[in-house]
Nanobody, 122 residues
């Protein structure tokens, strides 16, 4: 079992930045692909970004490419999401995810965090 706890969400003005963190416990995350998804009210959960183990290959949704950066520190069992140039449409609950073969599809996630709220005001 892996427990994931997110932090770093909050209220920010459009154009601002936030850095989300996700700390894992229970098992080390160095065997998992780590990622972030988000869910806005009334909308389906959507993929944001992921980072593979070992080679640290990153993938991003088109909507955040060039603005968000995902990274991981396996020594700290932590994954980060640096979010710059935030837009009101980025407002959502951001959820940390871990999976053996995590992709952009929620069905490939083995473990979810509880989420952290990000609100971007215009």
């Amino acid at each position: 079992q892996v427990q994931l706890v997110e932090s770093g969400g909050g209220l920010v003005q459009a154009g601002g930045s936030l850095r989300l963190s996700c700390v894992a416990s229970g098992r080390t995350v160095d065997t998992y692909v780590m990622g972030w998804f988000r869910q806005a009210p009334g909308l389906e959960r959507e993929f944001v970004a992921s980072v593979t183990r070992r080679n640290m290959i990153t993938y991003y949704a088109d909507s955040v490419k060039g603005r968000f950066t995902i990274s991981r520190d396996d020594a700290k069992n932590t994954v980060y999401l640096q979010m710059n140039s935030l837009k009101p449409e980025d407002t959502a609950i951001y959820l940390c995810a871990a999976g053996h073969i995590l992709t952009k599809y929620s069905s490939t996630v083995n473990y979810w965090g509880q989420g952290t709220q990000v609100t971007v005001s215009s």
